[in-house]
C-alpha cells in the first residue's frame, strides 16, 4: 500500500495545478467614484483621469502642504466597501491585486490596508508594499492565506480570520515623500481566488494516507519490541 501511495504520489505532483479565479475588482471610471479618501486632510479624488491601465483610472492628488509631518496631509488611504469589489465571503484563498503609478516623485510608503465591522475605527490590517519607479504602472499584489504577513497590533490568528469573514473596506494606503504636490494613480483593483484542482485534492488525500499508514507501521513497531 505504502508503495503504491508513494508511485501516486510521484505522478501527482508532477501535474497538480491550482486555478485562480477572478471574484471581483474595481477596473472602470464608474466604480472609482465610490472610492473615498479616510482622512481627506489634503487630497484630491478624480475618477475622471484618461488613459489608466488601460481605460480610466483612480488620480489622487496630495496638495502643497506648509504642515510638517506626521499631519494627515501627509498620509491617506483611498478606500472601498469590500462589498464593492466583492460581495462575497472573503477568506485565507484570496489574492488582492492592484496597479499603482507616481508622477515624479517615489512616494514614502505604501500598503494594502482592509479592517472589519467590529475594528475601532483606525484599527486595520496592513500589508507593506515597496513602491516602484515614477512614470510608470507597476502591479502588486498580497496574499490572504498568511495572517502573519498582515500587521494589527496585539493580533491572533482567530481574530484574522473572523476579521477577514467580516470585511467592511479595503484601501491602498500612501505616504507622500515631499511636501510638494504629489500625484498617485490606483488601477485594476481585483480580488482572486486560488482553487485547487481535483489532482491537487487527490494528492492531499494520498500524501494523509501515507501518513497514516507510517504512523500505523511505527505502532505496530513499538508493540512488537515491547
Known amino acids: 500500500a505504502a508503495g503504491l501511495i508513494a508511485v501516486v504520489l510521484l505522478v501527482l505532483s508532477a501535474t497538480v495545478r491550482a486555478e485562480t479565479v477572478l471574484l471581483g475588482s474595481d477596473t472602470e471610471q464608474s466604480e472609482f467614484a465610490s472610492w473615498t479618501a479616510y482622512w481627506g486632510g489634503g487630497t484630491t479624488f478624480s475618477n475622471e483621469a484618461a488613459g489608466g491601465n488601460p481605460g480610466g483610472w483612480l488620480e489622487v492628488t496630495f496638495d502643497p502642504t506648509v504642515e510638517d509631518p506626521p499631519a494627515d496631509e501627509w498620509r491617506e488611504i483611498a478606500y472601498v466597501s469590500a462589498g464593492n469589489i466583492f460581495a462575497g465571503t472573503w477568506d485565507t484563498s484570496g489574492i488582492i491585486e492592484f496597479d499603482f503609478w507616481q508622477s515624479s516623485t517615489v512616494a514614502d510608503g505604501l500598503a494594502i490596508r482592509w479592517s472589519a465591522d467590529e475594528n475601532p475605527d483606525g484599527a486595520w490590517w496592513s500589508y507593506t508594499l515597496v513602491p516602484g519607479a515614477t512614470n510608470a504602472w507597476t502591479t502588486y499584489s498580497a496574499s490572504l492565506s498568511d495572517w502573519t504577513d498582515w500587521a494589527y497590533p496585539f493580533s491572533t490568528e482567530e481574530q484574522y480570520l473572523a476579521d477577514l469573514a467580516t470585511i467592511d473596506w479595503i484601501g491602498i494606503y ?36 501515507s501518513s497514516a499508514i507510517s504512523l500505523r507501521r511505527k505502532r505496530k513497531a513499538a508493540c512488537a519490541s515491547a
Open 174 to 209: 500612501m505616504y507622500r515623500a515631499t511636501a510638494d504636490e504629489e500625484i498617485y494613480g490606483i488601477d485594476n483593483v481585483e480580488l482572486w481566488a486560488v482553487i485547487p484542482e481535483p489532482a491537487e485534492c487527490i494528492l492531499l488525500i494520498a500524501a494523509s494516507i
